[in-house]
Structure formats: C-alpha cells, structure tokens
C-alpha cells in the first residue's frame, strides 16, 4: 500500500486548505483512515479520523468545528478539509492507514499570522 499526500501550502491565517491522501494497493474501502499532524519540535498528534465506510468521523478538540474528514472510496481518497487555519495549525500532516503500519510522507501545511 502506498499513501500519497498533497494539497500542502502557505496560506495566511483565517484562509483554508484542503489536503488529499490517495492510496494505491490494498483494500482503501476497508480501513479506516486517520490524519495526524507533527509540528517542529512536537510529538506527532492526532487529528482526526473516519471509518472505512465514511459514515463516521471523530476530531482532536483542537479542530473540532474547523476540520472535515471525508473519503471516496471509488477514488481511494481521503480529503482533510481545513477551515479558519491558524498559525497553530503548522506542522506536516500525514495520513494513516489504520491497523496498519502505512503511513504517508507527510506534507507541509504552514500558517502565516
């Protein structure tokens, strides 16, 4: 299984991002999918989370309200919609196949203030 990030960038504060993590190899359909975060210097952290059937998502409380989880599973994508981005945000976020040990490389999501 490979995971593929993109979507990255420097956007100012308050702007959106919206990040993308396609898959190839394996069964996409039957994993649940998470994305985490890591920050310089910071232990990489959750960020959120949706089952393999996209029916459900849970979010770290930092995001709660600003970011949205989705999938398609006929395009083996995983979506992180980032909304109302703050200079906190900033970190490489990466995508994880869940129960699994694949991860993607991660792409840079800086806020400026």
């Known amino acids: 299984v490979q995971l593929v990030e993109s979507g990255g960038g420097l956007v100012p504060a308050g702007e959106s991002l919206r990040l993308s993590c396609a898959a190839s190899g394996g069964t996409f359909s039957s994993y649940a999918m998470m994305w985490y975060r890591q920050a310089p210097g910071k232990t990489r952290d959750f960020v959120g989370l949706?089952?393999?059937?996209?029916?459900?998502?849970t979010y770290a409380g930092s995001v709660k309200g600003r970011f949205t989880i989705s999938r398609d599973n006929a395009k083996q994508t995983v979506y992180l919609q980032m909304n109302s981005l703050k200079p906190e945000d900033t970190a490489v976020y990466y995508c994880?196949?869940?129960?699994?040990?694949?991860w993607g490389q991660g792409t840079q999501v800086t806020i400026s203030s």
């Open positions: 949706i089952t393999a059937s996209g029916g459900g998502t």
């Open positions: 994880h196949m869940g129960g699994t040990s694949y």
